[in-house]
């Protein structure tokens, strides 16, 4: 749901490490927490600096409370209202969000994407999403992406952020997106067949990436951050290419098949970042377990939630609130019980991050949309003796 892209060094040197916040460069740098001079805002969500993902992980978080029940504090769903800009955009954190944005004010299509699937969520905030909308549209590059920045390159991340903020909003873009993610689709007899570029490099070539594929492929579905377990697939996971553009349903397809085929190995994603090659890759493998299910493919998603709910809770803890957000949409998209997580409630673990939320719903326990249990998930992962993972941290992972 995914998760922050602000640069092309940025991203360089932080895509794939697998972490839910976009404040990866104070977590890689290991400055988790705000420095001295820094007052956190009322009613923000997390602990860390909100420099790089204050509106992100704050949206998330919103997000993941409505999808499970809960009513988030007014004085969190203020805080990102009392964000955005007179224009409809959103910047990553704004430390005086009383004055007028400016030309020193960097908006973007995620936070501003992000906060719409948000308070769309929430409800009660119509103009603030349609304004948000709007903006959104006006940025849309020729080519029927969208880029980080205004103006900037289409990537296929920020497109796919973005068409999940129209989805939610009932919208349509004046030019489809889905040109551009059957181009950027890698050919089923190539290298990484399947998957779904961030971008073509400078010489138009496709190299397939993890997080860019699952992305793509709930874009493809037309789905945002939160998903439900989409009709089972009898055929297994198969790349087909067709001698035209790939329909939607291919991009999605064959971008399910190469995340199938990726996990199958291990049961979660590494980092691509060199140097932390062998590392588990937390916040890829979540959103790839919500790809793989959106798509029906719930059984080859089986084993990558399994892992997650046995390793993945010590990163959400020390990455915050948009990690626990990714967790808690792994689970729904799973049917399985968010408030146990391997042992875990994410649930009350995220509204521990923020304000107390003012309700929540009654406990239920959900089951897999296949009707077996979760218990049946983490149990099979745990006999199999998966060990603890390396717990690697940084931000929310995205690759130029």
Same mark, same amino acid.
């Given at each position: 749901?995914?998760?922050?892209? @602000?640069?092309?060094?940025?991203?360089?040197?932080?895509?794939?490490?697998?972490?839910?916040?976009?404040?990866?460069? #104070?977590?890689?740098?290991?400055?988790?927490?705000?420095?001295?001079?820094?007052?956190?805002?009322?009613?923000?969500?997390?602990?860390?600096?909100?420099?790089?993902?204050? &509106?992100?992980?704050?949206?998330?978080?919103?997000? *993941?409370?409505?999808?499970?029940?809960?009513?988030?504090?007014?004085? %969190?769903?203020?805080?990102?209202?009392?964000?955005?800009?007179?224009?409809?955009?959103?910047?990553?954190?704004?430390?005086?969000?009383?004055?007028?944005?400016?030309? /020193?004010?960097?908006?973007?299509?995620?936070?501003?994407?992000?906060?719409?699937?948000?308070?769309?969520?929430?409800?009660?905030?119509?103009?603030?999403?349609?304004?948000?909308?709007?903006?959104?549209?006006?940025?849309?590059?020729?080519?029927?992406?969208?880029?980080?920045?205004?103006?900037?390159?289409?990537?296929?991340?920020?497109?796919? &952020?973005?068409?999940? *903020?129209?989805?939610?909003?009932?919208?349509?873009?004046?030019?489809?997106?889905?040109?551009?993610?059957?181009?950027?689709?890698? @050919?089923?007899?190539?290298?990484?067949?399947?998957?779904?570029?961030?971008?073509?490099?400078?010489?138009?070539?496709?190299?397939?990436?993890?997080?860019?594929?699952?992305?793509?492929?709930?874009?493809?579905?037309?789905?945002?951050? &939160?998903?439900?377990?989409? /009709? *089972?697939?009898?055929?297994?996971?198969?790349?087909?290419?067709?001698?035209?553009?790939?329909?939607?349903?291919?991009?999605?397809?064959?971008? *399910?098949?190469?995340?199938?085929?990726?996990?199958?190995?291990?049961?979660?994603?590494?980092? #691509?970042?060199?140097?932390?090659?062998?590392?588990?890759?937390?916040?890829?493998?979540?959103? =790839?377990?919500? =790809?793989? =299910?959106?798509?029906?493919?719930?059984?080859?998603?089986?084993?990558?939630?399994?892992?997650?709910?046995?390793?993945?809770?010590?990163?959400?803890?020390?990455?915050?609130?948009?990690?626990?957000?990714?967790?808690?949409?792994?689970?729904?998209?799973?049917?399985?019980?968010?408030?146990?997580?391997?042992?875990?409630?994410?649930? %009350?673990?995220?509204?521990?991050?923020?304000?107390?939320?003012?309700?929540?719903?009654?406990?239920?326990?959900? @089951?897999?949309?296949?009707?077996?249990? &979760?218990?049946?998930?983490?149990?099979?992962?745990?006999?199999?003796?998966?060990?603890?993972?390396?717990?690697?941290?940084?931000?929310? /992972?995205?690759?130029?």
């Amino acid at each position: 749901m995914n998760v922050l892209r @602000r640069s092309a060094a940025v991203l360089a040197a932080t895509a794939v490490i697998g972490a839910a916040t976009p404040a990866t460069a #104070a977590l890689a740098a290991g400055t988790p927490s705000p420095s001295a001079s820094t007052v956190l805002p009322a009613g923000l969500y997390g602990s860390a600096d909100p420099k790089f993902d204050g &509106v992100w992980r704050q949206s998330l978080a919103l997000l *993941a409370q409505r999808t499970v029940g809960v009513t988030p504090a007014a004085k %969190a769903v203020d805080w990102l209202t009392g964000q955005q800009c007179a224009d409809g955009s959103f910047a990553a954190f704004r430390a005086e969000p009383a004055a007028a944005c400016d030309a /020193k004010v960097t908006v973007d299509t995620n936070s501003t994407a992000a906060a719409v699937q948000a308070l769309k969520a929430v409800g009660g905030h119509d103009d603030a999403v349609g304004k948000a909308v709007t903006w959104l549209k006006s940025v849309q590059n020729t080519d029927g992406g969208w880029g980080y920045t205004p103006g900037g390159g289409s990537d296929t991340n920020s497109t796919s &952020v973005v068409v999940g *903020a129209l989805t939610a909003a009932g919208a349509r873009a004046d030019r489809t997106p889905y040109d551009l993610l059957s181009k950027w689709s890698v @050919r089923c007899g190539r290298d990484g067949g399947g998957g779904l570029a961030y971008q073509p490099d400078k010489k138009g070539g496709l190299a397939a990436n993890a997080d860019a594929t699952a992305a793509g492929v709930l874009a493809a579905l037309g789905k945002g951050f &939160v998903a439900t377990p989409g /009709k *089972a697939q009898a055929q297994g996971p198969a790349c087909a290419d067709s001698s035209k553009a790939l329909t939607r349903t291919q991009v999605a397809r064959n971008g *399910a098949a190469y995340l199938a085929d990726t996990l199958s190995a291990k049961g979660h994603l590494v980092s #691509a970042l060199a140097g932390a090659e062998s590392q588990p890759d937390y916040g890829n493998t979540a959103d =790839a377990v919500v =790809a793989l =299910a959106a798509q029906g493919w719930t059984e080859q998603a089986r084993k990558p939630y399994a892992w997650l709910a046995a390793h993945a809770t010590p990163w959400a803890k020390l990455s915050g609130p948009a990690a626990y957000a990714e967790l808690v949409f792994a689970a729904h998209a799973m049917g399985a019980d968010p408030r146990d997580f391997g042992g875990t409630d994410l649930v %009350a673990s995220l509204a521990a991050t923020g304000p107390a939320p003012r309700s929540a719903a009654p406990h239920t326990e959900e @089951r897999t949309s296949s009707g077996a249990g &979760v218990w049946w998930i983490v149990g099979t992962a745990l006999v199999a003796g998966i060990g603890i993972g390396f717990l690697f941290s940084g931000r929310r /992972k995205r690759q130029p």
